[in-house]
């Protein structure tokens, strides 16, 4: 969510946490149509921040040259709301963090 991702980064700000945070979004790219994939979801809990994507869009981010690959993907939908860490420098940061506060990990 949204809330977890803030909190996060907060937590990664607050205690100097050097995990080479990169708030980039992300990309789910389909090789069904963006017709397919809505009706499949109609009932699903979406974000208001979320976009979709047409095949041109998708196949230009995903670099995908058009001669070489017509129409791999149909579409996608990008999502602002995710961020890309190194996991392990995350997992000791977060470590260092909790044993200032007094934690003992073992």
């Known amino acids: 969510t949204y809330e977890a991702l803030d909190r996060l980064r907060h937590i990664v ?3 100097e946490i050097d995990c080479e945070w990169v708030e980039s979004g992300s990309v789910e790219a389909s090789i069904h ?3 397919e994939e809505q009706g499949e979801n109609e009932n699903a809990e979406g974000s208001d921040k979320t976009a979709f994507l047409s095949a041109e869009q ?3 981010i995903m670099g995908i040259p058009e ?3 017509k129409n791999l993907y149909q579409g996608g ?3 602002p709301g995710c961020a890309g ?3 392990l ?3 000791l940061g977060l470590a260092d963090a909790a044993e200032s506060l007094g934690v003992k990990i073992f």
Do not use: F, M
């Open 77 to 79: 939908e990008y999502d």
């Open 89 to 91: 420098e995350l997992t």
């Open 13 to 15: 700000h607050r205690y």
């Open 67 to 69: 001669k070489n690959c």
């Open 58 to 60: 998708v196949n230009e």
């Open 33 to 35: 149509s963006i017709e």
């Open 85 to 87: 860490v190194n996991p």
